[in-house]
C-alpha cells in the first residue's frame, strides 16, 4: 500500500478528500472516511491515544510528575515523551519486538503514579529515563496496533497531538500542587494513577 | 462538482519521491501550486519547523531563513522539472523534517554555515518534491512558483511573529512544537518502512 496523504473528516462527517491513494478513488475515500478504525486521517490519530485508558492514565501522569518536579522537568518530560514514544511506534511499524508490552505499559502508570504520590524528586536525567523507557513500551503498542491504511501522515500528526495534549491535561491538572491544598490532592491522583496501573498489570497477567 | 470531485491523483513517483495530490482551484496552476503545498503535511512541516529553529535561533537567522528558504526550494523544484530522475527519496524527505524537528526540540544554537546549510538541503530535498508534483500534473514552473511563494509568506510573517517572543514559556512552547514534529516523522518513517 502507497504511502500516502489525505484529510478525512471520520464518520458521518462528509469527507474532505485532498488526496487519494494511487488505488482508490473518491468513492475509496469516502469508504475509508467512513471507517474511522482505519489509519487513514487526522481524527483517527487522535482518537487513537485516548482510546485505551492505560495509555491515558500513563501520559497524564507524565504530566503530573514534570508540574510536581516543576521547572526544567515540566516541559523536559513532555518533550522526550513523544519523541521517545515514535521511536517505539517506529519499532513496532517496523516489526521489531518488545518483550512484555502490556506488562510494561501497566508498570509505567504503577510507577509514575508512585512517583507522584511520593512525590519524587529523582534527577532530571533519571526521570528522563523513566519516561523515555515507558514511552517505548507505550509506543510500541500503538505501533503493532495501528491499524493498515491509506494515510501515514495525518495520522501521525494527529497521534503526537493528542499524546501532547494528554501531558498538557496532566500538566494543567497537576497545577494545583503550588496551592496547600493541592500538593496532597495531586499525591492523591497519583495514588488514583498508581492504582489503575495495578489493575492494568493484573489485567495483563491473568 | 464537489470540492472532492475536484481533486486528482498523481502516481507515485518512481524514484521514491512523494506521492503528490493536487488540488484545482480553478484559479489556475500558479494557485493550484500553493494549494497543493498547503495539503502536503510534510512539507508543511518542514516550513514549520525551520520556521521554529530560526525564531529560537534570533533575528539573524530569521533573516536568512526569509529568502534562502525559498530560493532553495524553487531551486530543488526546478531540478525535479528539468531533471525528472533526480526526485529525492521519501525517506529523506521524511527524515529531513524530522532531524529539524529534533534540532528545534534539543533548541541547538547551530554555527551560521551549518544553519544556511540546514535550511538549503531541506528546502532543496522537499522543493524537488515539490516540483516532481507539479511536473506530473502539468503546472510546470507556474505551479512551483505557487508553492514558493507560499513558502515565502510563511516563512516571512510567521518567524517574525515568533522570533518576538522572549518568555521562557513561549519558547518552551515552540521546542515542544519541535518534538511533536520529530516525533510524527519518526513514526512516519516506520509507516513507510513498513510499507503504509
Known sequence: MLF???????TGVPALALASAGHSGAAGLLAHAAHPETADGLISGLAHPVSGADHVLAMIAVGLWGAQLGK???WVLPVAFPIAMAF???????????????????ASAIVLGIMVLAAARPPLWVAGIIVGLFALFHGHAHGTELPEGANGTLYSIGFVVATGLLHAVGIAIG???RWD????TLRGAGAFVAAGGAFFLYQALA | M????HCSRIPWHGAGGALAHLVQTGFGGFYDGMAHWAITPEDVLVVLALTLLSALGGKDRVRRLVFTLPAAWFAGGLMALVFPTLLPPMVLTLASFGLVGLLVALNRHLPDAVFVLLVLVTAVIHGAGNGGAMREAGLGWLGLAGACVAVFVVA????ALLVRIEKPAGRIAMRVGGSWIAAAALLMIGWWFRGG
Not at chain 1, 4 to 10: D, E, N, P, Q, V
Not at chain 1, 100 to 106: H, L, N, R, T
Open chain 1, 4 to 10: 500516502t496523504s489525505h484529510f478525512s473528516l471520520g
Open chain 1, 72 to 74: 526544567p522537568a515540566v
Open chain 1, 88 to 106: 517505539g511506534g517506529m519499532m513496532g511499524l517496523l516489526g521489531i519486538p518488545m518483550p512484555g508490552v502490556e506488562i510494561g505499559i501497566a
Open chain 1, 175 to 177: 497545577l494545583i500542587h
Open chain 1, 181 to 184: 491544598w493541592g500538593k496532597p
Open chain 2, 2 to 5: 464537489t470540492f472532492t470531485d
Open chain 2, 156 to 159: 516571512s510573517v510567521l518567524p
